[in-house]
């Protein structure tokens, strides 16, 4: 646990946060991402969510220099099992001590207070994607963003798109019902985490200083017979020149739970009166919508990385998933910053189960544990890695059948950031 104290050799402490310093703890950080304060309402959220006992800091003297914390999370990985992962966050390290090891030592004991708590995985979501590679976290999984001519792109829905009705409701009365709704696509798709008391909240914030011109949060939700199923949580930004309306839908938040559902959605997006553009960010690379619109040139679809992944207990973490395909491969595992995944291990598995462990046969892949944590949701094949250089084959054919069995039908997707 983080309740040690820990100094290096610049004087540097190293030790968990109290629940009476975290406001003091959380002004630094936001000092670090640039000083602009958040909304109380958001700060306040935060700070109920955040577990001091999974919570660092490093102190220089009375200063705060560097923070670090951890959420519980239960991430879906393929095969839908909930998997227990530390959700690294609010990490910085001040101006001021820059180039001093400061992010390198709470990382350090971040990864191993994780491996004591018995946690497979940590994952993360990076400011800046340079930073977290040489700790071994591979980028796993990435989302697409659109910015969708809705003038001159339209849709073709599928059958049944009509039954699905649709109504606006206070966001805040439907939280409940969409919340429940949410949880039942959690096990569908990896990458997504299902949410612990008050992580609903989140959806909800909806500071004036941070839409930018838009609207407050609107939702619609889609009934079909009575019954959920489907929503969208959306701002819309007014906007006219010369020759009249132009403005914008900012798509929040969407899930449906079928085809016919999902397209009287989107559908609904497209159509607000007075507006001609959509913008859908962070959403599903693989979303069925961009085989429903007329020009998918006109929706100027565009890629990001998202959730980056590390295995802290590589064994575990590839027992906890299934595989599409059948494999027995042995890896052979680079993983300077922990080197208790370092070495040779045989994973065999199928749809069904897996087994990992050391081995000392000969090794048919090599690679670092950073691959491993890029490939390990499934949205990243291992033979692309090995193009760049960095899976090297050492047994004929085990890269495809390794690549094959890692994949996954459905891409991974983070719903949101932490």
Sequence with gaps: MATDLAQDDCGIELRAVRRDELDEWYDNLVRAFGGVPEAAEERQLY???????????????????????????????????????????????????????????????????????????????????????????GAATFQAHAEIDTGRVRLAVPPGTDDVRLRYAAPADVLDACEALYARQVPLRPGMVARLPKWERVALLDPESERNGASPLQCVVAERDGE??????????????????????????????????RAAVWRFLFDIDLTSTLLARGRPVD?????????????????????????????AALEA?????PVDVVFSVEDAFCPWNAGRWRLTGDAKGASCSRTEEPAELALSVRELGAAYLGGVPLTSLAAAGRVQELRQGALTEASVAFASPTAPWLPHGF
Excluded: N
Aim: charged content about 25%; glycine content about 10%.
């Design 47 to 137: 700070l109920e969510l955040i577990e001091p006992e999974r919570t660092i800091g490093a102190r220089d003297g009375d200063a705060w220099v560097g923070t670090a914390g951890a959420f519980d999370f239960r991430l879906t990985v393929p095969g839908g099992a909930p998997v227990r992962a530390a959700g690294v966050t609010m990490v910085s390290v001040a101006a001021t001590h820059r180039r001093r090891g400061v992010l390198t030592s709470m990382m350090r004991r971040q990864l191993d207070d994780v491996r004591s708590w018995g946690w497979p995985l940590a994952v993360l979501t990076a400011s800046e994607p340079a930073i977290y590679g040489r700790f071994g976290y």
């Design 287 to 315: 979303e069925g919508w961009q085989h429903l619109v007329s020009d998918i040139r006109r929706c100027q679809v565009r890629l990001r990385d998202s959730l980056y992944v590390r295995l802290v207990d590589l064994g």
């Design 228 to 261: 959920l199923v489907g929503y969208a949580r959306f701002r819309v930004r007014p906007d006219w020149d010369h020759a009249g309306a132009k403005g914008t839908v900012v798509l929040e938040d969407l899930e449906a739970v079928d085809p016919a559902a």
């Design 321 to 325: 998933r299934t595989y599409q395909a």
